[in-house]
Structure formats: C-alpha cells, structure tokens
C-alpha cells in the first residue's frame, strides 16, 4: 500500500529552529510538497522537490532523499504565525497526489 | 481575486438531503480536484477532472456525482446524505494534466477555502 507518515504534533519555542520529518512508501515518485494549513483554511503551498537535495526559500528549506524516501521541512527564525499543520504530500507513478496526515506544530513565546 | 472558490463556505443539512457544492477557478487551469478532509485532517481525493473529463474517480459512494459544465468549474452533488458525509470538502485546481508527465512547479494544487458540511 501506500504510506506518508509524519510525527503527529511538534512543539517549538518563538525565534528557534524546527524540522518536520516524512517517510513515504508510495507506488512510483514524480515530487514531493509541502503544505501549511492553518486552522479551519485551506493548505497552502510551500515547497515542492523532485531532485534530492535542499530547496531553499526564506526561512523555509525541503530536503529530499529519493533512495530513502524521505524529506524534511525546515523552519527557521520560528514566528508565532508559524503555528499551523503541515502536510507533507507525495505524487505516485499515476501522478496521484497521496498525503500525509499533517504535522500540527505548536509554537511557544 | 480568488483564485479558487467554492460556495457555500458552510452547510449544516439534514441526513437524506440532496445537496451541492459549487467551485470555481479563474486561473485557465486544466485540472481540477475535489477532496474530502475528515476529522483526522486526512486529505482524500474523491474526484479529478482534465478538460470536463473525469480522470480519477476514487472509491467514494455513487451518492456524489462531480459535474463540471466547463473547465473552470468543477461542482460536486451529493444524494441522500449520511451522518458520515459530514467533513471539509476541498476544491482545488492545477495546471498540469494528471497524465501530462510533466514534473514541475505546474504541478502545484491550488485549494479553494473549502466547504463545511455538516449532516445532522
């Protein structure tokens, strides 16, 4: 089957620096996103990655490893409007977009 | 402008109902998607459609039928409906045909603000 695990819930300190892991087992790979949804809106873009290595845009970076099917989103200089769900998304061979359940990260002053 | 829009934004109905859900997209997209976000925030997809096509229709019960009189909109209809019915529903639109084989940033789903269906 097809699998995106991410760590549920993650909490981090206002001006620190967070990493949120994903694992995937998926049928085929065509890219990795990341998604940011606040609560009660919709997700929104923040990354997308298809050749292993680091993207990085502002104070946010997606890692990929293919052969280990794995990425990681990094925040840095956390903000309190930081605080939010992030989904992690996978696209398969059919260029199906499988998703994570959402890491929901809590940000403290 | 939005983007992607969807309407209504809430809807609170009665178990058996028929009811829709419209979206809409502005952006000349060929793609568009409905989700179903359940209590977990788990993201499903339920339907696609390229060009008025259907493209992926994923296991979901024959009580929705997505409709989508043109390209840039996508509605969804649901028959008789059911306590477990009751989740977010997403609409959301790419660029990129889901058979295109194009790897790119034109791959990004763009989401409208989604509906909140709730069946009493």
């Known amino acids: 089957g097809q699998n995106i695990d991410q760590p549920t819930e993650m909490t981090a300190t206002e001006g620190a620096i967070v990493q949120i892991n994903c694992t995937y087992q998926t049928s085929g790979f065509n890219g990795l996103f990341w998604y940011q949804q606040h609560a009660g809106e919709a997700p929104t873009f923040l990354s997308y990655?298809?050749l292993d290595g680091l993207e990085e845009k502002g104070r946010f970076s997606s890692f990929l490893s293919r052969s280990k099917g794995y990425s990681y989103l990094l925040l840095k200089e956390l903000q309190m409007k930081d605080s939010a769900s992030y989904l992690c998304a996978v696209t398969d061979s059919n260029y199906q977009l499988i998703w994570g359940a959402g890491t929901k990260l809590i940000i403290k002053p | 402008d939005t983007a992607v829009s969807q309407t209504p934004k809430y809807l609170v109905t009665q178990m058996g109902n028929d009811k829709s859900i419209k979206c809409e997209q502005n952006l000349g997209h060929d793609t568009m998607y409905w989700y179903k976000q359940d209590s977990k925030k788990f993201l499903k997809i339920m339907f696609s459609?390229?060009?008025?096509?259907?493209?992926i229709n994923e296991t979901v019960p024959n009580r929705f039928s997505p409709k989508s009189p043109d390209k840039a909109h996508l509605n969804l209809h649901i028959n008789s409906l059911e306590l477990g019915d009751s989740a977010v529903y997403f609409c959301?639109?790419?660029?990129?045909?889901?058979?295109?084989?194009?790897?790119?940033?034109?791959?990004?789903?763009?989401f409208g603000p989604g509906t909140r269906l709730l069946v009493l």
């Open positions: 459609y390229n060009n008025k096509e259907l493209i």
């Open positions: 990655n298809v």
């Open positions: 959301a639109s790419t660029q990129a045909s889901a058979s295109s084989g194009q790897m790119s940033f034109q791959e990004t789903q763009y």
